[in-house]
């Protein structure tokens, strides 16, 4: 790895730490992270014919620090909402929270089950294409 990248690597991380520390954020936070929906170059970049890889490397680097960042704020305004509420709202919105994320697991779920229907449906159409002959055997030759 060159010299420049790991120079991006090590700012990339310091701005991360940065955030979190400047939002107060040092406690684990409440949600999962969020996976990056930068890890890859955005379609015009991706397009450009003399990017080198550094520079790819160092967009991506700036992507997934912007990222990081927004992520610490989505999680700092959630915090910053709840601190609003009384117990028995907290209490509700827990509630809410839960059977909002079990509708979309099983929304997921439902979707994972429909695709496999698909892709078996596919394999038996293709198999059966296969087995049936190309040529009429009873036709003379």
Avoid: C
Avoid at 2 to 7: E, I, Y
Avoid at 20 to 36: E, F, H, I, K, N
Avoid at 107 to 127: F, G, V, W, Y
């Amino acid at each position: 790895m060159s010299t420049r990248n790991w120079t991006v690597a090590i700012l990339t991380l310091g701005l991360a730490v940065s955030a979190r520390y400047v939002l107060g954020q040092d406690a684990a936070p409440a949600t999962q992270p969020t996976v990056s929906s930068h890890s890859r170059l955005p379609a015009d970049f991706a397009r450009m014919t003399d990017l080198t890889d550094d520079q790819k490397s160092q967009i991506l680097a700036i992507r997934a620090t912007a990222d990081e960042a927004i992520h610490q704020l989505e999680v700092k305004e959630k915090a910053d909402e709840e601190n609003l509420l009384s117990d028995a709202q907290k209490d509700e919105l827990k509630d809410i929270d839960t059977k909002l994320a079990a509708e979309r697991r099983s929304h997921l779920a439902e979707e994972r089950r429909e695709e496999r229907i698909e892709n078996t449906q596919e394999k038996l159409d293709q198999l059966k294409n296969e087995d049936q002959p190309t040529t009429n055997p009873s036709a003379p030759n």
